[in-house]
């Protein structure tokens, strides 16, 4: 029996939605093609609804921005901008990205949107090299006397080349909660610039007055603020005047706390697009969107931006960019500034909770949608145990370096949980302080695992009876707030 048919019927009239319905419909369209990849699908659906989504990075999209991703406008070529295409024939794209840009300038009040980036790691991308253009390119082009770069010999080029390669970048490190694309060795951010990372202090805060002096002494061309795992809000007026004292293009990486940003929570100096040149973000983490990247940028960096194709970029993904202009008219609704408060009172709920059991938290607490728990003071257990332990529980969490980690980055000292995914759900402060009586109740009689006769840094055990009441915990607070209740698959 088809999707539709056999749950269809189980649906009530009333609940009917025709997002449901599509999803369905959609899933037997797969299923008479590849009936495999159509039951990963599904089983994703069951996996998603049969566990506590804690990681920080996740969120729940909603139906209609799912499938305003899957349809023909896939199929189209439209490199450019909106107006200016390589293609005929990209009008329906242009309303669309010219719809979305308007939401985004409007949202977050910004000079410029650029919304064809892939990814946050594709954002950066675009920002870095239109920096690099605006600031060194253009410049060097300027003083040879040359219009554009197609007027250069091999060797003047090879010398605009050189002085590009030959630029400084500083960001927050990764063991403190900075981001890989910020300068970090393995990234190519490290390889096309000069990179050097400011840490946090050995509480977990970023200290202004250290990262000042570090500034006047590195001498970027582009500093970075913006993190993964930094429970903390960034004071962006500050940082504009750190850039400012050595002439640096301020890059502010929202790509976790975007969602904030325009749920109003984040305001005055902790507003990045007043204080940066350039803000990138992701549009699948607060924000609630499609899988996908963002930029925004102030006028004069705003020709650079939006040649992101050819300078980085391909082709746009227009299915996704119709998806961004959705999930942005979600964003611009009232309900959405009650959903960007409550996950930062979730997490405020959440740490306070751990708090009142005695477990050591990164700078003792959070001002924004995520918590970085210290296991190895709190519980004696690495990240990695405590990450395994709680997916077997039900709960998904990932492991994350605590502030001066003595652990290797595969294993780590702690965990990271967010609040976005749960609050989507509906969940509020009692259910927090349910999960973290959950997490805490587990850890607490954790003992490291064994592997080869020797305690293992990745696996911890509990006593059998313990894990299956608190899997029992678990399903019963989440069978008070379901994934998609109306979509009527079981
Ligand atoms: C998640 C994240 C990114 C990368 O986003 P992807 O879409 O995974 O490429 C970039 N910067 C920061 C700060 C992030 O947290």
């Known amino acids: 029996m088809s999707f539709l048919q056999r749950y269809f019927s189980k649906v009530n009239e009333r609940e009917r939605s025709s997002a449901a319905i599509a999803h369905l419909a959609a899933l037997d369209a797969i299923h008479e093609q590849d009936p495999e990849i159509a039951k990963s699908i599904v089983q994703e659906l069951r996996d998603q609804r049969s566990r506590l989504k804690l990681i920080a990075s996740e969120n729940y999209s909603s139906l209609s921005v ?10 189209k070529y439209s490199e450019g901008s909106v107006g200016h295409r390589f293609y005929a024939g990209c009008g329906n794209v242009d309303r669309i990205e010219g719809e979305g840009m308007r939401l985004a300038q409007k949202i977050f009040g910004a000079d410029h949107a650029y919304l064809q980036p892939h990814s946050g790691a594709d954002a950066n991308l675009v920002a870095f090299w239109s920096i690099l253009v605006q600031k060194i390119e253009n410049p060097a082009v300027e003083r040879l006397g040359k219009k554009n770069l197609g007027e250069l010999s091999a060797a003047e080029y090879e010398e605009v ?7 400084r970048v500083m960001g927050l490190g990764l063991g403190s909660g900075g981001h890989l694309t910020h300068g970090y060795r393995y990234n190519i951010s490290s390889k096309m610039m000069q990179s050097e990372s400011y840490e946090v202090d050995e509480r977990g805060f970023i200290d202004y007055a250290a990262l000042a002096k570090q500034v006047r002494e590195f001498r970027p061309l582009i500093l970075i603020a913006g993190y993964s795992s930094y429970p903390r809000r960034i004071d962006f007026a500050k940082m504009r005047e750190i850039a400012d004292s050595v002439g640096a293009v301020l890059l502010v990486d929202m790509a976790h706390f975007a969602g904030l940003v325009a749920g109003g929570v984040f305001d005055g100096v902790y507003h990045p697009v007043p204080f940066a040149d350039i803000v990138t973000t992701t549009t699948h983490k607060t924000l609630r969107g499609p899988r996908g990247g963002m930029i925004l940028c102030k006028t004069p960096y705003r020709a650079a931006v939006d040649k992101g194709c050819p ?10 960019l119709a998806a961004k202009a959705l999930a942005l008219k979600e964003v611009d609704t009232g309900s959405f500034k009650q959903y960007a408060a409550q996950v930062v009172a979730n997490a405020q709920a959440l740490a306070e909770a751990f708090l009142r059991n005695g477990v050591k938290l990164s700078t003792g607490g959070t001002d924004n949608h995520l918590i970085v728990i210290d296991t190895a003071s709190s519980f004696h257990l690495t990240g990695r145990q405590a990450e395994t332990l709680l997916y077997d529980a039900h709960l998904t969490v990932n492991r994350n370096a605590i502030p001066r980690d003595p652990e290797r980055p595969w294993i780590t000292s702690g965990i990271r949980l967010g609040t976005p995914a749960l609050t989507t759900l509906g969940m509020k402060e009692k259910e927090m302080a349910e999960i973290a009586a959950i997490i805490t109740g587990l850890l607490r009689e954790a003992k490291p695992g064994f592997e080869e006769g020797k305690p293992s840094p990745s696996k911890a055990e509990v006593d059998g009876v313990l894990l299956d009441k608190m899997r029992m915990r678990i399903r019963e607070l989440l069978s008070h707030f379901p994934l998609y209740p109306e979509l009527s698959i079981d």
Do not use: E, I
């Open 311 to 320: 300078l980085v970029l391909g082709g746009p993904l227009p299915h996704v």
């Open 161 to 167: 080349r050189k002085l590009l390669s030959s630029q």
């Open 66 to 75: 799912q499938l305003a991703m899957g349809n023909w406008m896939t199929d």
